[in-house]
């Protein structure tokens, strides 16, 4: 069972636009999903049917497998299901600090007054803002404003995150930032959709790829197949990342590599085996570097006081990695508590991998379920690049 589906969904705004013509699609339970598609494509009016903040025309929206029903019981456990994140946060914070704002939708749900408590402090934490709660929402930066949005959103334990456009208006960490945190929220279960205009970031993170253009469905399929079909992407509006445009390059060059480069990781690798044909030396060392991961608490578990420095330098000391990682706000600020620094605090994984295959050994500190989340991108890694990278996780 899918965990949305639409059915022949059509959508007409009051003023007339067709927004949506005929939409079939299935999202499984525990993906990430990213619509991609040029402006007035429709994303929007799609990730709004997803909660009910709009209801289709005609056709049908399942969700867990029934269709959805708009009174106001059915809407409230649709609301308690599917979480949405708006594009501007400034539209979704309203209350006089951000704790009141947070605490918002989990008031309204007849929990313990504990229970709010709780979640509050815990989405607060998850976003890594719990020492902005009592700051007025509009004297943030809009890297905050946007995790106050998700705090609120998360604070109602959604099974289903909906962001449309996610990244819009950060800078480049903010949006590094933004990435982990969705990779976070996936690690722990949820299912998560969102819509973008970043290529490189649809190309390196999406389980599977929605392609839209004037409210109709071009393509369905993983990145691969989506950025390896030129037609499509000129019809579509879209641009293919980089790396797929330098491997383009090269095969019209005369370079014999099949596998389309989802990453600059996977285009140099492509690049190195085509000259390892053609005997140059490769840097690259004889044996891989091994990656050790160590799971860090939660902050929900005790967060940074549960891995005390001593821990940290112990076990850095023993195994002597070369490189140190961190995923999640917890491990970032249980390496820098322990006075060391990280070499990689983005694309950890792509990072790690890469110096594994130059010989070097990386312990990558991941918080709660995000170490899983790093074995599993290890192990797709390894299969997409032909590789027999080791990783072993320190309990
Ligand atoms: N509130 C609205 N009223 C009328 N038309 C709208 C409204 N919102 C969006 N549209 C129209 O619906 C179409 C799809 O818009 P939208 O879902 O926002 O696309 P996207 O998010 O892909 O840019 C566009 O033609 C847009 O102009
Ligand atoms: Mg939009």
Redesign the pocket.
């Known amino acids: 069972m899918h965990i949305i589906e639409t059915i022949n969904v059509e ?1 007409q ?8 013509q005929g939409v079939d699609l299935k999202i499984k339970s525990g993906s990430k999903v990213t ?1 991609l ?12 049917l997803f909660n009910a903040t709009l209801r289709p025309t005609s056709g049908k929206v399942l969700l867990n497998g029934s269709p959805m029903r708009y009174n106001s019981s059915s809407l409230r456990q649709i609301r308690k299901t599917v979480g949405m994140v708006f594009p501007n946060p400034d539209d979704q914070l309203f209350a006089p600090t951000v704790k009141q704002d947070v605490s918002f939708g989990p008031l309204k749900l007849k929990l313990s007054k504990e229970e709010v408590e709780e979640r509050v402090s815990e989405s607060l934490q998850l976003v890594g803002i719990s020492e902005l709660e009592s700051m007025p929402p509009h004297h943030l930066s809009t890297g905050q404003k946007k995790r106050a949005a998700i705090a609120g959103v998360l604070a109602m334990d959604p099974n289903i995150l909906v962001f ?2 996610p990244l819009s208006g950060l800078d480049p960490t903010g949006q590094a930032d933004m990435i982990e945190l969705l990779d976070q929220l996936n690690a722990d279960g949820k299912t998560i959709i969102v ?1 973008t205009h970043r290529m490189e970031f649809a190309a390196d993170w999406a389980d599977n790829i929605l392609v ?1 253009k004037d ?1 109709k469905v071009l393509k369905e399929g993983v990145p691969e197949e989506i950025f390896s079909d030129p037609a499509l992407i000129h019809d579509a509006n879209l641009q293919v990342p980089v790396p797929v445009q330098t491997h383009n390059e090269l095969r019209l060059r005369g370079f014999n590599n099949e596998q389309t480069p989802l990453s600059v990781l996977e285009l140099v690798e492509s690049v190195v085996s085509v000259f390892n044909d053609n005997g140059y030396q490769d840097l690259s060392s004889a044996s891989n570097g091994i990656i050790w991961i160590v799971r860090t608490p939660r902050a929900v578990e005790g967060g940074v006081e549960m891995m005390p420095p001593d821990i940290v330098q112990h076990l850095v000391d023993i195994r002597k990695p070369h490189k140190i990682g961190a995923m999640g706000t917890v491990a970032k600020s249980i390496i820098i508590n322990s006075e060391l620094k990280y070499d990689f605090g983005t694309e950890v994984v792509n990072n790690a991998v890469s110096a594994s295959l130059r010989g070097l050994s990386t312990m990558i500190f991941a918080t709660g379920t995000m170490a899983g989340l790093a074995v599993d991108r290890i192990a797709q890694l390894n299969l997409r690049l032909n590789k027999k990278i080791e990783s072993h996780m320190i309990a």
Do not use: M, Q, R, V
């Open positions: 959508y705004y009051p003023g007339g636009t067709h927004a949506l619509i598609g040029p402006n007035g494509a429709g994303k929007s009016t799609l990730l709004y449309d456009e819509s839209l409210g």
